[in-house]
Structure formats: structure tokens, C-alpha cells
């Protein structure tokens, strides 16, 4: 196959999207970020790449606790809407219905399926960007959503987010179960 | 909706999954990561968490340069095999036909269709895990994923990853235009 150089830029791919959520001066804020990823297993920690001077993080760093909440795609508008309005701009205190769980200060979106609430671990400086390092102290999951005692991914149905600039994708088919079928591969 | 505590774990969520590949003493190894994240735009820089220890950072460090590969659905058992298997243990130089772009000492896997060669920018240490962030120098993609000059989703096909241990699905159904959507967001 040919290969064609697109030059030095991100390539195109699916990353989730998540709501952040954080109280600022007593009240719930949420921003949309697609730049997220797991920093490590024990303790469960999350990792969320954000622009510096985003309102959402002065929450964060007011209270040290902040939300990852995962939303359908039924959501999506929400989402979108999160990632389009300034925090700075415009109240966005009631896009979702938010709850409180064990760390009291970290406001979470009942409408999402999926949320974990997070205790500030670290922010680590990449010059235009930081990275939020967060603890998981609970999780939350829509009790519709659990099968054979866990989460499932088609009843969670997450939304995904293809760089650069969308479009948002649903998850589709399974293709093979993870640690699994490598053992059949066989070297060329 | 009832919500239900699940304790202090990680969620279950989506993400991609790539092939991280360096030249270790002058030979490709190819390692399988889920853990990954855009950290900049500007410049382009990606970042990959990884469990300590691992060959395919030895020879990021030893070069300075490594490649992020996003395999298709059809490369889900070669990526597989590069999760189940140490570089330390086996070969694993031949999983995937390896090409060199500008660095010269990147090697990348010609069955993904996109392929990034980066730089080592930085290394982060979060104790049990640690990040490599790497400045995309050049990206290739298979020209027959070209769709009106751009790389196409559901042409590339990629392979997405379900926190924790799977399975591996494909990309769904488009659900919506990023950017655009939101703005049809009303309070309620």
C-alpha cells in the first residue's frame, strides 16, 4: 500500500469524550474534553489534557476535587454545547442535573451513565497545555447499564470523538476479545 | 435513574488502542498501548502511558524517537499478540513489515494504515506508570484512506479498546457534527 505524508500534525483518530465537572465559588461547572486518558491502575487515576486558563480547572484547583463523567450518546448535545460556551462566558451550572457523592465538593452529571469522582493528584505543565491527574475515590453507574454484576459498554453506549474536529461516533461491533486472540497469531 | 457505587476503581470506558514502536539495538519492537492521549495541538504531541519497565521504551530512550501506529480492525490479533507477549521474552520484530521515515530510527508498521514518527519530547513519572510524550515530526497514511484529501475514519477502520480488559470493538454509527450540534442546546 502506498503511504502518503501528511506532514507533522496529529493523525486522525477516535478518543473519548468526557464532561469534567467542578464546583467554582459553590457551583457546578462543566467542560467537554476529548483529551483524556488512564495514568494508572493501583490507585485508579485519570489523566485530562486541557488549554491553560479553562474555568472548569480553577475549580478544581479550588477544591481539589473535580468529576469525569461519561456520557451516551444520547448526550451528545450536551456534550457539544459544554465544549462551545466559556464557563467564563455563560452559566453552565444547569446542562446537567448534578449529584454529589464522598468527596462532597465534585458536582456529577446524573444524565451520564458513567461518572468518577476524582481527588487532585498532580497538574503537570506542557507549555499551552496541562494535564490534570486526578485519584478515582467512587465511581457511579446507572443501575440500567450493569450486566452480570458490570458495567456493559452497548448499555453505556459511550460517545467517542474523532481528532481533529469530530465528527462524534457510537461504538459498533465487537471485532475479538483482548488477551486473547494474540495467541493465534503466528509471525510472517 | 438509580445510580450504584462501584468504589474507587477505574471506569469502563473506551479508548484507542496503538502500537508504540522503537528500535531496540537496532531492531524493531512493537508494543501495544491503550493508554494514550493527545497533550498538544501546537505543536502536535501525543502522549502514551506504560506500565515500567517495558523494551519498546528502552530503545524510545536509547533513540529519542519512537512511532504511534493506529491499526484497522484487521490488525487486532498482531496487536493482541504485542500485549500478550515481552519484547524481553520474544523477538517481536516481525509482527508488523516495519518502514523509517524523516527520523530514520522510528520504526513504523506498514499494516496500520496511520502511522506518526516522534520525537521524544518528555518523559513523566507517576511512580508505577510512567508517560512518554513524543512531538509528531511526520504522519503517513495508506492512500486508499484518503477521502477529499483527509484520512477517513471509517476507512481507517481503527481498532478501539474497552477499559479493562476488553474486547476490542470497531467505530459505530456517526451521531453528530462536533462544533455544531451544541448549539441547538437549550437550558432546561
Known amino acids: 500500500m502506498e503511504k502518503i ?13 468526557v464532561a469534567m465537572g467542578a464546583n467554582v465559588g459553590g ?25 491553560k486558563g479553562r474555568k472548569t480547572m480553577e ?11 461519561l456520557p451516551g450518546t444520547t448526550s451528545a448535545m450536551a456534550l457539544d454545547y459544554c465544549g462551545l460556551v466559556s464557563g467564563h ?13 464522598t ?19 498532580k497538574i503537570v505543565d506542557f507549555g499551552n497545555t496541562e494535564m490534570i491527574v486526578g485519584e478515582v475515590k467512587e465511581s457511579y453507574v446507572d443501575e440500567n447499564c450493569i450486566v452480570d454484576g458490570n458495567p456493559d459498554i452497548k448499555k453505556l453506549d459511550p460517545l467517542i470523538y474523532a481528532m481533529l474536529g ?5 461504538v459498533g461491533n465487537k471485532i475479538a476479545d483482548a488477551y486473547k486472540i494474540g495467541k493465534d497469531f503466528r509471525k510472517k
Chains 1, 2 share one sequence.
Open 5 to 17: 505524508k501528511l506532514g507533522p500534525k496529529l493523525p486522525r483518530f477516535v478518543l473519548p469524550i
Open 59 to 69: 475549580g478544581a484547583r479550588e477544591n481539589g476535587t473535580f468529576s469525569i463523567n
Open 166 to 170: 469530530g465528527p462524534y461516533y457510537s
Open 103 to 121: 468527596l462532597g465538593s465534585a458536582p456529577m452529571a446524573e444524565e451520564c451513565p458513567l461518572s468518577a469522582e476524582c481527588s487532585l493528584h
Open 27 to 51: 457551583k457546578p461547572n462543566y467542560c467537554a474534553v476529548a483529551w483524556v486518558t488512564v495514568i494508572g491502575n493501583d490507585p485508579p487515576m485519570l489523566g485530562l489534557v486541557l488549554g
Open 89 to 101: 462566558e455563560r452559566d453552565k451550572s444547569e446542562i446537567f442535573t448534578s449529584f454529589y457523592g
